[in-house]
């Protein structure tokens, strides 16, 4: 079944053909009838995971039978074939290749498959060994999951790919979330309420969401689920256990108590044994690396809905790309564990004071100190992925490359750490990265040194990868397949010379391996030799060997397999000695990772004329030239002109009601402050002359909506749902942003419930809060309110236009200009026309819409459009279009020219 994980256990061994049991194959629907030992063996792996699509390696190819292959051929498209029969029909086949795997296994997640790989254990030839039919030993190495990926070319460099468990009870508001990036080690866990629910997951961005049974009926929760994009896999409520969590992470960060992580409620540690059982499923016994977990939820990050992540397009555009959203228009890093730090930092500010400014010490730091940023960027580009290098080694995924990324990681480490060292007056937050970057790594870097080439192939099997002196016994093997040559050379030159026969040579085929081969009337001397025992007669030629060739190819032959073997062991002892300093890499990596964030936040701020936000726990909210981070940019890069900055104070006003015509700027103004406040929060400088903000505990912004046709909810109904969800979790240090509430529904109950809105902001939320309307009677409620105050988007009007000035000043808007506004979107003149006299007819009767609408007939007993008036004769105008310039003289021309003056002055 598509989009749920196999959670069966995985068998020690394969069972021989004869012992597949009926029970077994009834999983797969399948017979044991007339069935071949080597579909035998696929139907009895394929039964322990029936969930799964089966990946079955048949030499260089993985290959999938029966309805996987249907399955498989389909979201791929490639060929399906056929293999052999079962009960009469054509088994349906299909393959890709081992090498080319990967990006199949992406398109295979990406279509919401979970893919069981099924490896060879064996060499074939060990299975000869045991007679005619026996099959090579196969099982599944590992189970491939949305959230459990790994590979460099199925993840997105950039972002955290998080597997989530959600351990809570229906009908209780709380719930308990444990994530992990099983490619990076890092690990979060957190508690919110029911409510702030959907904003934590969006917060996280899940690949894979880890449900109790109990949970996977509730239907709301599953969509929630699933429309945040992630894959959502149930699993048996006997996983949620407190006790097992506790003692799987006891175990897994080898310690006998958690405090010294801190301290986790139960819920938290059921959520954990559920997502621990899990991995160890999927990696079949592997262990990941697990960095200590890392508290992050409600009560020390700034509360984001996920409508609200959605409309400000923080981390994605609407579109669902990072182009065009504010991640990309903030993300100067070098390094992709630093583009995946600036991603997390930007969908989690903070709400400590104290912990923002500390950050904005490090990026002030550095913003002084513009030599040394250039130096450590420059450093920086060449840093590997650290974490998921050394989290492909801990699983038996890694290669030779990720030994060199370790390597090199330490390599830069070390510079980066002693450039530091020698920069004066560091805050905490360099210094902390300083004293992570000069760890010990208990010689791992001088054993990696000293141990690998300096050119490195991605796959371990492929050898070459140790450095020639490291092994002695590595380079004897290699000097012997090097040299096979040489001696085979040498052996046929003696053996020439003891028997005479000029003509003999040493061949090689794979039928015989090393053989003496003379021609036939040359033989005789061979023959008679106790030395040489004959091999083979052919119509010209007769083929011999001996004891000492059979050794000399035996050690040839050898040499390579045994040259590999040394260098696989090599391999495993490195690796091992990475995993045993796994504390300290996975440090140095976070290092690295904030100090890439840091050094591109200040070239950020420098380049683009950012200033330091003053950041306190006060209510403040005052923001002079404030600029929207996105649209600057994208203006500055289509050459449009400057992007017109705006102030903003909340501070003592703390409602502004915005009014002004479409495409005036309200938008973006409002959207423009919101960034302005997370940045701040991340601990960035903001793009303003200058920002005083007190810390806000939730951000709220509902700026457009769309329907949601899924739920049967109407563009109003959502508008409605969202609204309700500020207003009943705003608090006072909170910051709303709401654009056009009520205008979905009729004019008099869209006012009410946007004048009732508005009051409720002030009056019991005394939230900081901008609100933009169209309804014009609404600005009149600011005189009521002691708080409240109009501001408006400046237009100038230029014979029946509109130019947009883009200037938020005090004042309320008399009209919307919503008719200029059509009439530059291109709408038919004659409806413009139409529109600007209902329009008149309106205002006649203002404060009365509904008696004016009645007074005006409708459809084809509306009155007609007037008649544009005919225009009048223009002498002047005739005149001049009857002037042909090319037959004139120079004669004509002058009384041409007095002519048209007359006519002119005459026209007055």
């Given at each position: 079944m598509k989009g749920r994980a196999s959670l069966r256990a995985v068998p020690e061994s394969v069972a021989p053909a004869e012992a597949v049991s009926e029970e077994a194959l009834g999983v797969v629907g399948l017979s044991a009838e007339a069935m071949t030992p080597m579909m035998a063996q696929y139907a009895q792996i394929k039964a322990a995971h029936p969930d799964c699509l089966l990946f079955y390696r048949m030499g260089d190819f993985f290959e999938l039978f029966f309805d996987d292959a249907v399955k498989a051929s389909r979201a791929l498209g490639i060929q399906l074939t056929k293999r052999g029969k079962h009960q009469g029909e054509d088994i349906p086949m299909c393959g890709v290749p081992v090498v080319r795997s990967d990006e199949y296994l992406l398109k295979l997640i990406a279509a919401?498959?979970?893919?069981?790989?099924?490896?060879?254990?064996?060499?074939?030839?060990?299975?000869?060994?045991?007679?005619?039919?026996?099959?090579?030993?196969?099982?599944?190495?590992?189970?491939?999951?949305p959230g459990t990926i790994t590979e460099d070319t199925l993840l997105d460099a950039g972002a955290n790919n998080y597997l989530t468990a959600l351990f809570g009870r229906t009908g209780e508001e709380l719930f308990a979330l444990a994530s992990m990036d099983i490619s990076t080690g890092e690990c979060l866990v957190s508690e919110c309420s029911a409510a702030d629910l959907a904003g934590e997951l969006a917060r996280l961005a899940p690949k894979e969401v880890l449900l109790a049974a109990n949970l996977d009926g509730d239907k709301k929760l599953r969509t929630m689920i699933e429309g945040l994009g992630a894959a959502l896999t149930p699993l048996p409520d006997m996983y949620f256990t407190a006790a097992a969590g506790e003692a799987a992470l006891k175990r897994e960060l080898g310690v006998a108590a958690l405090d010294a992580f801190g301290t986790f409620t139960r819920a938290e540690l059921s959520a954990f044994a559920a997502l621990l059982k899990y991995v160890e499923i999927t990696q079949i016994g592997e262990k990941p690396v697990l960095r200590p977990p890392r508290r992050a939820g409600s009560g020390s990050l700034l509360l984001i809905d996920a409508s609200t992540r959605a409309n400000l397009e923080l981390t994605r555009s609407l579109g669902g790309r990072k182009q065009g959203s504010l991640l990309a228009a903030i993300d100067r890093t070098v390094t992709s564990a630093g583009a995946r730090e600036l991603a997390s930092r930007l969908a989690s500010p903070l709400i400590a004071a104290q912990a923002i400014n500390a950050r904005l010490d490090a990026a002030a730091f550095l913003i002084d100190r513009q030599m040394l940023r250039s130096q450590l960027r420059d450093v920086l580009k060449a840093v590997p992925d650290i974490a998921r290098a050394l989290s492909r080694l801990a699983l038996g995924r890694g290669g030779p490359r990720d030994l060199g990324a370790l390597h090199d990681g330490l390599a830069a480490a070390c510079d980066l750490a002693s450039r530091l060292a020698v920069a004066d007056g560091a805050p905490a937050e360099i210094g902390a990265i300083h004293a992570r970057l000069a760890a010990e790594d208990s010689g791992l870097h001088d054993q990696l040194a000293a141990a690998l080439g300096d050119e490195l192939p991605h796959l371990k099997r492929d050898g070459g990868f140790i450095r020639a002196g490291f092994r002695s016994d590595l380079d004897e093997n290699r000097a012997s397949r090097d040299n096979?040559?040489?001696?085979?050379?040498?052996?046929?030159?003696?053996?020439?010379?003891?028997?005479?026969?000029?003509?003999?040579?040493?061949?090689?085929?794979?039928?015989?391996?090393?053989?003496?081969?003379?021609?036939?009337?040359?033989?005789?001397?061979?023959?008679?030799?106790?030395?040489?025992?004959?091999?083979?007669?052919?119509?010209?030629a007769v083929r011999f060997t001996t004891d000492e060739l059979a050794g000399t190819e035996a050690r040839i032959m050898g040499a390579a397999e045994r040259a590999l073997a040394i260098e696989l062991e090599c391999f495993d002892a490195l690796a091992a000695l990475a995993i045993a300093n796994t504390r300290t890499l996975c440090a140095m990596a976070a290092g690295l990772a904030e100090l890439d964030v840091y050094a591109a936040l200040a070239e950020l701020a420098e380049e683009q004329n950012y200033?330091?936000?003053?950041?306190?726990?006060?209510?403040?909210?005052?923001?002079?030239?404030?600029?929207?981070?996105?649209?600057?940019q994208a203006l500055a890069k289509a050459r449009s002109g400057p992007f017109i900055a705006n102030d903003c104070d909340l501070t003592k006003r703390r409602l502004w009601l915005v009014t002004g015509p479409n495409m005036a700027g309200k938008s973006t103004f409002l959207r423009q402050n919101a960034l302005i406040a997370i940045l701040a929060q991340m601990g960035s400088y903001v793009p303003a002359r200058s920002a005083h903000i007190g810390v806000a505990d939730r951000l709220f912004s509902r700026v457009g909506a769309s329907d949601d046709l899924a739920r049967g909810r109407s563009t109003f109904m959502v508008e409605m749902v969202e609204t309700a969800a500020i207003l009943n979790q705003a608090t006072d240090r909170s910051l709303v942003i709401l654009d056009e509430i009520g205008r979905g529904t009729a004019t008099f109950d869209g006012l009410s419930i946007a004048w009732a809105a508005v009051e409720h902001l002030h009056d019991v939320n005394k939230s900081r809060a901008l609100f933009a309307t169209h309804y014009h009677e609404l600005t009149e409620i600011v005189d009521k309110l002691e708080g409240a105050t109009n501001v408006t988007v400046s237009v100038k009007e230029w014979k029946d236009n509109i130019i947009f000035l883009h200037e938020v000043v005090t004042g309320a808007a008399d009209r919307s200009y919503g008719i200029q506004v059509a009439k530059l979107a291109g709408l038919p003149p004659a409806l413009i026309a139409r529109a600007r006299q209902v329009l008149a007819r309106l205002e006649k009767r203002h404060g009365k819409p509904r008696a004016a609408l009645e007074d005006l007939p409708l459809f084809a007993l509306m009155d007609p459009p007037e008649p544009e008036p005919e225009a009048a004769p223009d002498p002047l105008h005739d005149a001049l279009t009857a002037i042909d310039p090319d037959s004139l003289s120079p004669r004509d021309a002058l009384e041409a020219l007095y002519r048209l003056k007359s006519l002119l002055v005459a026209k007055g």
């Open positions: 919401g498959f979970r893919i069981a790989v099924c490896e060879q254990l064996e060499d074939p030839a060990e299975a000869k060994k045991r007679g005619g039919k026996s099959v090579v030993k196969r099982d599944v190495i590992r189970l491939v999951t096979s040559r040489g001696v085979i050379a040498e052996l046929q030159a003696r053996y020439a010379n003891e028997t005479g026969v000029k003509a003999l040579k040493i061949r090689h085929n794979n039928i015989l391996g090393y053989f003496i081969e003379v021609t036939a009337n040359t033989a005789a001397p061979l023959l008679k030799s106790d030395a040489f025992r004959h091999r083979q007669t052919l119509a010209n200033a330091r936000p003053q950041i306190d726990r006060s209510h403040a909210f005052h923001i002079e030239g404030g600029r929207h981070p996105v649209v600057e």
